[in-house]
């Protein structure tokens, strides 16, 4: 009768490069299952280490691929086939190479057209104006309906100053978009006789701020200043142009380091911000900037500009990049586990564990048996 059969079990450790292999393959290495089998009938023990059960790590990987052709075949499925109202596109690009946006535009209620602008709150154009034909724009001293503090003579200072500085911020910024012959600041400066377009700003809402405020919580807007102002464009008593825009700290360096910077110093960088975006939306509807395709990458070469036409959208752009993103995924995945497969891992064995380290921390994921 042959003697029975006892088992003894020795302990394997995979090697860091082994985990990596792992990890990379299917993202949880103490997921996966090693099989480790021999059978010997030698009186010698003989260790034979089989390798990992791919079907465990590549499950992972085509589900992800699956989920991503899903994707792609539900790409370029959500238009609704409607016409938006308003210029084909809303982005144009600057003389200085910015990218601008003036949002797309819808009927109003009682003629003209809104325009949802992401810098501005409220925007609206006539029918029919475009800021050509007029040979002189009058900028009129800012007017104010804010609340503040007027027995406060620092509040006085800068909202004084806030007053000026957008006159003649709007002054300089549209004089150098060449929209107009001339931009006065003054009515004796208008010559007799001219088309005359006459732009009026209201201050309708105005805080200080405050440094020891924006030292505590001026990364998220405490203690920055406050602006709002609404503006009307107007020939004689017709509104041709109103908007309306609020900034409160919105550099950078008012955010992160405002705490030492004057409340003045950033309003005035708030004005900039305010007129920019303003002078911005004069001129893409003046036709100043380059219209950029809402269907095209900004920035393109003008060998490509030329042909437009013939290049898909940016949804039929979308559809093979996914599709060859998550086969790409899938392939580095599967060949990993594969490659960790046919290779082997492969350890001298040891009698019993003496390193604590992997053990404690959860690294031996594998027991080797013999026959004796």
Known sequence: MPPPVSRQRGYFFVPYS???????????????????????????????????????????????AALALAGCSSTGDKSSGTTPVGPKSSKAKSDDGRTVNIGKSSPASGGGANYKNPHMEKCWVADGFDFNGYDTLYIAPTLSTANFDTKNKEEVKVHELAKENLVKELASL????????????????????VKTLKLENTITEFTKGGGAARYFVGLYGGGQPVLRVQGKMAEGDKALF??????????????????????????????????????DFMSVIAGRFRVVSDRWISGESDHRRGLRDKVPTKAEFSAPLTFAKGLSNFCISAGAAASARFRGIFRKYVSYPTALGPIEDGFAIAVLERRV
């Open 174 to 193: 549209i004089s150098s978009r060449k929209i107009f012959a001339n931009v006065v600041t003054r009515d004796s400066d208008i010559k007799p006789e």
């Open 242 to 279: 109103t908007f309306e825009t609020r900034r409160s700290g919105v550099s950078a360096g008012a955010r992160m380091t405002g705490v030492f910077m004057k409340d003045e110093d950033i309003q005035i960088q708030d004005i900039h911000s305010m007129v920019l975006d303003l002078a």
């Open 18 to 64: 082994a985990r990596f292999i792992c990890n990379f393959s299917a993202g949880a290495a103490t997921d996966a299952r090693l099989a480790f089998r021999h059978f010997s009938t030698s009186e010698e023990p003989i260790m034979k280490a089989h390798t990992l059960d791919v079907r465990y790590l590549v499950k992972p990987t085509v589900l992800g």
